[in-house]
C-alpha cells in the first residue's frame, strides 16, 4: 500500500517556525516529485512548493518564497518543509502528494498519492 504520512504541524506564534515531515511508505519516495499544498478554511487548495524528482529542482509559491525550503532525506525516505517566519496568513492543513510529473502544480491536479494533511496554526 502506497501512503504518505505528514507530521510536525502545530500552534505556533507569528514569527515562530515549524518544520513538516512527509514520510512515504510502501514506495521509494525518491523516484517521485512530492509537492507540497495547503487548504484553508473557505479557500481552495494552493501550491506552496515542490520538490522535482528527477534533478531536484525546488520551486516555491510566492507567497512562501523567502521563509519555506523544501527538502530531501532518502535514507529516511522523508520530505521536510521547513517553514521560517510564520505568518497569520499561512494558517493551514498541510499536505504533501507524490507524483510523476517534472514541474511545479499550482493546484496538484497531477499528483498521484496525496497524504492525510496535518494542521498549521499561527496565532498569538
Known amino acids: 500500500q502506497l501512503q504518505l504520512v505528514e507530521s510536525g504541524g502545530g500552534l505556533v506564534q507569528p514569527g515562530g517556525s515549524l518544520r513538516l515531515s512527509c514520510a512515504a511508505s510502501g514506495f521509494t519516495l525518491d523516484y517521485y516529485t512530492i509537492g507540497w499544498f495547503r487548504q484553508a478554511p473557505g479557500k481552495e487548495r494552493e501550491g506552496v512548493s515542490c520538490i522535482i524528482s528527477s534533478d531536484g529542482s525546488t520551486y516555491y509559491a510566492d507567497s512562501v518564497k523567502g521563509r519555506f525550503t523544501i527538502s530531501r532525506d532518502n535514507a529516511k525516505n522523508t520530505v521536510y518543509l521547513q517553514m521560517n517566519s510564520l505568518k497569520p496568513e499561512d494558517t493551514a492543513v498541510y499536505y504533501c502528494?507524490?507524483?510523476?510529473?517534472?514541474?511545479?502544480?499550482?493546484?496538484?491536479?497531477?499528483?498521484?498519492?496525496w497524504g492525510q494533511g496535518t494542521q498549521v496554526t499561527v496565532s498569538s
Open positions: 502528494a507524490a507524483g510523476t510529473i517534472s514541474y511545479y502544480s499550482d493546484y496538484g491536479h497531477e499528483y498521484d498519492y
